[in-house]
């Protein structure tokens, strides 16, 4: 009998499959439910406007035999505990969190090591002796959401400020074990696209290319150097089992700005490309301390082009037509139900696609985020249909 995991978490479709993939039998509570969940998932949507203690509620209700929680769940050690009561906690424990969570300690950790972090603090005074820019950041992080230039007012309750580095984003995803880590993919985060609804800071996709793409300046130097971020944030934290770190690339330097210590967006773009079982090996590395037979460095060189996922956002409030057609598209996915209200700024689904190179990758999102927007507008002007909610 196939070990019974609840995954919790905003949006669980890509874990949830890559579990039922690997063999789990799988349990999922998200703020969406969506239709094309894996056929052996049993989704469940949190009723109401989601939160974490709403979705920690529903799942404590559960049984399961692992317990696994994605994005924003690790902003909320305390809840973290909560969940894993009477379960195995497939990730990283409430104290780890409360560690790799905080900003300044992980610039602190990584810069003790010898490498580059944007530096973090929370106090007014410290930043303004600085020439650098500042950003003022949300502490309980997510997307990108919150995020703006400091004007050199007060710091309020809730937020910190990060040093402003100029340069590419991009993430570096790896699975840790007992100290010891393997990097699994090397990813360019978009942010605050307009082609896909978003804008600011707001994370909207990412790019996962072959060795030796323009998207990162000196593309050898960077990959060793995140691979080195993350063996770093793995010792430094005792990470176990999937993870992230996001960085800025500056002159193949990559500045860590963000450990993520759970399963990210770009894992998925790892499955499609590589077709590594992140989930199972998330499994692997949290229940028997086992890392995956993976090398990034081969995996990249082996492959060609780029393959992107990106975040479609509503540009204003509407109500969906018939998105059923939608799953026939396995370019299109995190589709939502039939007459779903969705209100200006949420997600509306995911989209991919690939090209030769990032660069034409990314006009392939936009091209398949514009489709999806001509649908939504069909459907909002069609005769008789169901019209959009404008505000």
Not at 111 to 116: H, K, P, Q, T
Not at 296 to 301: I, P, V
């Amino acid at each position: 009998m196939s070990a019974r995991v609840l995954i919790v978490g905003v949006s669980t479709r890509a874990a949830a499959q890559s579990a039922a993939r690997a063999g789990f039998s799988v349990t999922a509570i998200d703020a969406f439910a969506d239709l094309d969940q894996h056929p052996a998932v049993r989704a469940e949507a949190v009723r109401g406007r989601f939160t974490p203690d709403a979705a920690v509620r529903r799942a404590c209700e559960i049984a399961a035999d692992a317990v696994v929680y994605l994005s924003n769940i690790d902003n909320h050690p305390a809840l973290v505990g909560a969940l894993a009561r009477g379960s195995a906690l497939w990730g990283n424990a409430p104290d780890v969190l409360r560690k790799a969570r905080n900003p300044a300690r992980v610039a602190d950790a990584l810069r003790s090591r010898g490498l580059a972090a944007a530096r973090a603090c929370r106090r007014p005074g410290v930043a303004a002796q600085s020439p650098a820019s500042w950003l003022l950041k949300p502490i309980a992080s997510g997307g990108g959401r919150g995020i703006r230039v400091w004007d050199g007012s007060a710091v309020p309750r809730g937020r910190y400020l990060q040093e402003m580095v100029a340069g590419v984003p991009g993430s570096v995803a790896f699975v840790a074990a007992g100290g010891r880590v393997v990097p699994i993919g090397l990813s360019r985060q978009l942010a605050g696209e307009r082609a896909f609804g978003a804008a600011g800071y707001r994370y909207c996709g990412s790019i996962l290319a072959a060795a030796g793409d323009p998207q990162f300046e000196d593309d050898e130097r960077l990959t060793d150097a995140a691979c080195r971020l993350a063996a770093a944030a793995a010792e430094a934290f005792g990470l176990v089992g999937v993870n992230g770190v996001d960085f800025i690339a500056r002159g193949g330097v990559p500045y860590a700005i963000e450990v993520n210590p759970r399963w990210s967006a770009s894992m998925e773009l790892v499955e499609r490309v590589y077709g590594l079982s992140v989930f199972g090996a998330h499994a692997a590395a949290c229940a028997e301390g086992r890392l995956p037979a993976f090398d990034l460095r081969r995996a990249r060189a082996g492959t060609c082009g780029a393959v992107g996922r990106a975040i479609v956002f509503a540009r204003r409030d509407l109500r969906t037509g018939d998105t059923r057609a939608w799953l026939r598209d396995p370019d299109i996915r995190d589709v939502p139900s039939p007459g779903q209200r969705i209100a200006a700024g949420r997600p509306v689904c995911t989209v991919f696609a690939a090209g030769r190179d990032s660069t034409t990758c990314l006009a392939a999102l936009a091209a398949r985020a514009a489709g999806v927007y001509e649908t939504l507008e069909a459907w909002e002007l069609r005769p008789g249909g169901r019209r959009g909610l404008r505000r």
